[in-house]
């Protein structure tokens, strides 16, 4: 009887165990650096990705903002903001991640609203 209930914790505790570090693996997630190169101020600025988003408020010209993301699935990235005039820009980037992904993406806001980005991602 005593063996049964010492395997039974010890069960429970390989299983909590590994609950714990598949959620949280090291290294896990996506950088993401957005460089503002537009020439005027971004506000609003918000990255989508699947389960989140991640937001700063301010972007001068010249400046970055520099954020891990973790997907809560399969997932692409969406960027949105404001220029100077207030007009609303989103784009969707052509990019794929996913909760067990690592690596960086740089995207780079430029004049006109026009948002180009560089992958380099990869899966664990």
Same mark, same amino acid.
Not at 59 to 66: A, N
């Given at each position: 009887? *005593?063996?049964?209930?010492?395997?039974?914790?010890?069960?429970?505790?390989?299983?909590?165990?590994?609950?714990?570090?598949?959620?949280?693996?090291? &290294?896990?997630?996506?950088? @993401?650096?957005?460089? #503002?190169?537009?020439? @005027?101020? =971004?506000?609003?600025?918000? =990255? *989508?990705? $699947?389960? &989140? +988003? %991640?937001?700063?408020?301010?972007?001068?010209?010249?400046?970055?903002? *520099?954020? %891990?993301?973790?997907?809560? &699935?399969?997932?692409?990235?969406?960027?949105?903001?404001?220029?100077? +005039?207030? %007009?609303? !820009?989103?784009? *969707?980037?052509? @990019?794929? =991640?996913?909760?067990?992904?690592?690596?960086? =993406? !740089?995207? $780079?806001?430029?004049?006109?609203?026009?948002?180009?980005? #560089? #992958?380099?991602?990869?899966?664990?």
């Amino acid at each position: 009887m *005593k063996t049964s209930f010492v395997n039974a914790l010890l069960a429970a505790a390989l299983v909590l165990a590994t609950s714990l570090v598949s959620c949280s693996l090291p &290294g896990t997630g996506v950088t @993401v650096v957005v460089s #503002n190169a537009s020439g @005027v101020d =971004i506000t609003r600025l918000l =990255i *989508k990705f $699947t389960g &989140g +988003s %991640k937001e700063a408020k301010d972007l001068e010209p010249g400046k970055s903002f *520099k954020t %891990k993301v973790k997907p809560g &699935g399969s997932s692409d990235l969406v960027v949105e903001f404001a220029d100077s +005039s207030g %007009k609303q !820009h989103s784009a *969707k980037l052509d @990019v794929y =991640i996913e909760p067990n992904y690592k690596g960086t =993406i !740089h995207v $780079t806001l430029e004049p006109n609203g026009k948002v180009t980005w #560089n #992958n380099r991602t990869t899966p664990l």
